[in-house]
């Protein structure tokens, strides 16, 4: 039987440690959160590696360098209520719930969805509530958030999200242009988010995140 447990000790020693996360919170839960058990059977072997791991149909987990970096930057605290959009099969929203109060997760892909479903209350995250629908409508019923996290590439964030953040909340995304991508910390201010690069990363644009090309006349 592979030693999971190890694997999540190398992982952090040699992925997360290194790229200047050291925030115990974030160190505690990726190490208590056994993320073999969120990735398809077949690829259990590369649960650890340090790339991201395909869900099916363009969907990824997030490497571990890079979701623990954007974990690091968002900075949550204990008493907070956090929007995990894009969740897929539910290893973010593990994480994100032993560090914040309480997690929305959002899902558009049923077959994720169900996988989240069932493995969540297997690891025992019971901070975490399923919602299922478009990734760029949200979960207004739940809002404001103190902070948003998104699950993949965006090309453009919706207002319907800017909305949903408590004025100061702080989200952050990977903005994707062609192969490239940049982290972003963004925080509310009015109606607008006040953005500021954090660090590059890559991952597939999500479904509703694309660009919307412009009609000209």
């Keep these: 039987m592979p030693d999971y447990a190890a694997r999540r000790t190398i992982m952090v020693d040699t992925q997360v440690r290194p790229s200047d996360v050291t925030k ?8 208590r959160t056994p993320r073999e058990v969120f990735v398809p059977d077949t690829l259990r072997e590369t ?11 363009g969907r990824v987990l997030l ?8 974990l690091d930057a968002l900075a949550l605290t204990p008493g907070e209520l956090v929007l ?30 169900h996988d989240a479903e069932t493995v969540l209350p297997q690891v025992g995250a019971e901070a975490v509530i399923l919602h299922k629908g ?38 952050i995304c990977l903005f994707m242009e062609g192969q490239l991508g940049v982290v972003r910390l963004g925080v509310r201010q009015g109606d607008q988010i006040a953005w500021r690069d954090v660090f590059n990363a890559a991952a597939p644009v999500l479904p509703g995140f694309e660009k919307q090309e412009a009609f000209t006349f």
């Design 47 to 57: 649960a650890y590696m340090g790339e991201n791991i395909p869900l099916g149909d």
């Design 134 to 171: 478009p990734l760029t409508e949200g979960a207004p019923d739940h809002a404001p958030y103190d902070a948003m996290i998104v699950q993949g590439g965006v090309s453009e964030f919706p207002q319907t999200l800017v909305g949903q953040l408590r004025e100061g909340g702080r989200v």
């Design 63 to 70: 490497d571990p360098r890079t979701f623990a970096k954007m």
């Design 84 to 113: 995990d959009i894009g969740c897929g099969s539910g290893y973010s929203a593990a994480i994100v719930a032993l560090i914040a109060q309480a997690v929305v997760a959002v899902e558009c892909d049923d077959a994720l969805a």
């Design 24 to 31: 115990f919170p974030i160190i505690d839960a990726m190490l």
